[in-house]
């Protein structure tokens, strides 16, 4: 973008970043502030160093949930970086996200979402529609539409990021099982059980290829036992089936990602709702199992 | 449950706003 953070500050951040981590909030906080007291003396205020500078102790604020504070500092932040940057530059656009960000953790989501909105603005217009940061600017959006209930809104971002993952990323990319789970609870939520569903078994078949190779006879996704399991109990054949490894899932499960578990979970909550107890078991025991 | 369907929910932070 024109404009590279000088070494200086970088290994400054990076000093921060790791008291902040180790929680000595007491040493990060002078540090920054010393840093700014340097930086306004020879660059003036309104320097795109400084405003680095502001949310780099933005970061540490949040860190210590001093939420209001750290807002001050991006808001002042995001006025320099607009009039020296340009107002559609990316530093402004990640910037106008964390403001979002820090509302978001207030609980003040309609504040937010206009400041997610011109983030994702400038994305599209930086970047294109198609681009991935594009997609992760949607979830951010998405999530905010969520806890103001706007849901219509909530599935339309989510549909477009999915998109944009699925097609730049592949099916595979963490991010499209990720975005999946987040529509299914979007769907969950206004009682689409059937639409989240058929998510969450897309996202298991998934992890099921992915692992396993295609699908046939001897490997089939852990929903497929799951129902076959309920099928059996059902028709008393199978009343004392034990808990057999079905072709190794609790050994993959291990491996997974956060999300495949998370989805198991899910999965086998819904499975319990509509009294499919079997097949919420078997998902449940695989969670357990791969502990 | 509900809380296992919103664990991974968050709203992500921007690191690159460290890096223009």
């Given at each position: 973008?024109g404009?590279?953070?000088?070494?200086?500050?970088?290994?400054?951040?990076?000093?921060?970043?790791?008291?902040?981590?180790?929680?000595?909030?007491?040493?990060?906080?002078?540090?920054c502030?010393?840093?700014?007291?340097?930086?306004?003396?020879?660059?003036?205020?309104?320097?795109?160093?400084?405003?680095?500078?502001?949310?780099?102790?933005?970061?540490?604020?949040?860190?210590?949930?001093?939420?209001?504070e750290?807002?001050?500092?991006?808001?002042?932040?995001?006025?320099?970086?607009?009039?020296?940057?340009?107002?559609?530059?990316?530093?402004?656009?990640?910037?106008?996200?964390?403001l979002?960000?820090?509302?978001?953790?207030?609980?003040?989501y309609?504040?937010?979402?206009?400041?997610?909105?011109?983030?994702?603005?400038?994305?599209e217009?930086?970047?294109?529609?198609?681009?991935?940061?594009?997609?992760?600017?949607?979830?951010?959006?998405?999530?905010?539409?969520?806890?103001?209930?706007?849901?219509?809104?909530?599935?339309?971002?989510?549909?477009?990021?999915?998109?944009?993952?699925?097609?730049?990323?592949?099916?595979d990319?963490?991010?499209?099982?990720?975005?999946?789970?987040?529509?299914?609870?979007?769907?969950?939520?206004?009682?689409?059980f059937?639409?989240?569903?058929?998510?969450?078994?897309?996202?298991?078949?998934?992890?099921?290829?992915?692992?396993?190779?295609?699908?046939n006879?001897?490997?089939?996704?852990?929903?497929?036992h799951?129902?076959?399991?309920?099928?059996?109990?059902?028709?008393?054949?199978?009343d004392?089936?034990?808990?057999?490894?079905?072709?190794g899932?609790?050994?993959?499960?291990?491996?997974?990602?956060?999300?495949?578990?998370?989805?198991?979970?899910?999965?086998?909550?819904?499975?319990?709702?509509q009294g499919?107890?079997?097949?919420?078991?078997?998902?449940?025991?695989?969670?357990?199992?791969?502990? | 449950?509900?809380?296992?369907?919103?664990?991974?929910?968050?709203?992500?932070?921007?690191?690159?706003?460290?890096?223009?």
């Amino acid at each position: 973008g024109g404009y590279e953070i000088p070494t200086r500050l970088r290994t400054l951040h990076n000093l921060v970043i790791q008291y902040a981590a180790q929680g000595r909030y007491e040493v990060a906080v002078p540090l920054c502030k010393q840093a700014l007291e340097d930086l306004e003396r020879t660059s003036g205020h309104r320097h795109p160093d400084v405003a680095t500078m502001l949310n780099i102790l933005a970061l540490v604020y949040r860190d210590q949930n001093k939420y209001k504070e750290a807002a001050h500092l991006l808001n002042d932040a995001l006025s320099i970086r607009e009039s020296t940057l340009g107002r559609d530059h990316p530093a402004v656009a990640a910037t106008l996200n964390n403001l979002a960000v820090l509302y978001g953790k207030r609980g003040k989501y309609k504040e937010a979402e206009p400041l997610c909105q011109r983030a994702l603005e400038i994305r599209e217009k930086v970047l294109g529609a198609r681009h991935p940061d594009v997609a992760k600017q949607l979830n951010n959006l998405a999530l905010l539409c969520q806890n103001q209930g706007n849901y219509d809104a909530v599935e339309r971002y989510y549909r477009r990021a999915l998109a944009i993952y699925e097609e730049q990323l592949g099916p595979d990319d963490v991010n499209v099982a990720r975005t999946k789970n987040n529509l299914a609870s979007c769907y969950l939520k206004q009682g689409k059980f059937t639409e989240a569903e058929v998510l969450y078994k897309e996202i298991l078949t998934r992890a099921h290829v992915q692992e396993f190779g295609p699908v046939n006879g001897d490997h089939k996704p852990i929903w497929v036992h799951a129902e076959e399991r309920e099928e059996r109990s059902r028709s008393r054949l199978g009343d004392s089936m034990p808990y057999v490894e079905y072709g190794g899932w609790y050994r993959a499960c291990r491996g997974s990602s956060p999300t495949v578990t998370t989805t198991l979970r899910n999965l086998g909550a819904l499975y319990r709702r509509q009294g499919k107890m079997e097949a919420a078991d078997t998902l449940e025991e695989c969670v357990l199992r791969s502990w | 449950d509900q809380q296992n369907v919103n664990r991974q929910q968050q709203l992500e932070w921007d690191d690159s706003t460290l890096s223009y």
